[in-house]
């Protein structure tokens, strides 16, 4: 990921520095309120293609990129809990998350697989590249499809439950208030529960995360052989077309 991260940004300095010489020499460019998200499309004074594509696939490779933070964000945020909240709805609220931006990067991943697959086209033609992109949606398939089929299950069928988690949702309610004198082990046993809970969707989630990171790496690896030269230089997809809006 760092290799296709350090030359994408690269290139993107470089668009943004040709993008300001044009502001300063001929008047407003809107690739920075493109970069910005204020507008969907990339005006005159003319941009280059070459640009525009850097900007089109450093945005879908930021969007990539935040959801692998964000998963690393849930990790830091099991950890700690925010006082005078419920502990059992606050795991309950970050393994659901987990879940759905585990989807939105599996989908992230398979969009811009589509867009190389249409920047290439006619890709039926180009057999090494049809087949390469296709093991990259078979990886995606395997990582993220078990995972995301509990999100779709809460999403469209039933709520998401976990025993451990429901477990520990009864043993709060039990002890809210306080507990009777003499029934300190029920105090005792929802730590207990709460503490083994969190251990083991950290461990789950952060397992998970290391998985994501290798395959997320892989697919790179691949895209950065397609997208750039042996001497490191952008290569311009053959049927690249600007976007107009984010198809």
Excluded: C
């Amino acid at each position: 990921m760092e290799r296709f991260k350090k030359a994408i940004f690269a290139a993107l300095r470089l668009a943004l520095g040709k993008a300001q010489e044009q502001d300063a020499n001929r008047g407003q460019s809107t690739l920075g309120k493109f970069l910005m998200r204020q507008t969907d499309e990339l005006t005159a004074p003319p941009v280059p293609a070459s640009d525009q594509f850097v900007v089109e696939l450093a945005l879908r490779f930021s969007e990539i990129l935040r959801s692998v933070q964000v998963l690393s964000d849930i990790v830091l945020y099991l950890k700690r809990f925010p006082p005078g909240s419920s502990r059992s709805r606050y795991l309950n609220y970050h393994v659901r998350s987990y879940l759905q931006e585990m989807y939105i990067l599996r989908e992230r991943l398979n969009a811009l697989l589509t867009k190389y697959e249409r920047w290439n086209a006619p890709i039926a033609q180009n057999v090494e590249m049809r087949n390469t992109l296709g093991d990259s949606r078979d990886l995606i398939k395997d990582a993220f499809d078990p995972i995301v089929a509990v999100r779709d299950d809460d999403v469209h069928h039933r709520q998401f439950s976990d025993p451990e988690l429901d477990r520990l949702e009864g043993w709060e309610g039990l002890i809210e208030g306080g507990v009777d004198p003499g029934k300190e082990w029920m105090q005792q046993r929802y730590e207990n529960q709460i503490r083994a809970a969190r251990e083991n969707w950290i461990a789950q989630i952060e397992t998970n995360n290391a998985k994501t990171i290798r395959v997320i790496d892989a697919i790179l690896d691949v895209l950065f052989e397609i997208t750039f030269g042996s001497d490191g230089q952008l290569i311009i997809p053959k049927s690249y077309k600007p976007a107009r809006g984010r198809d």
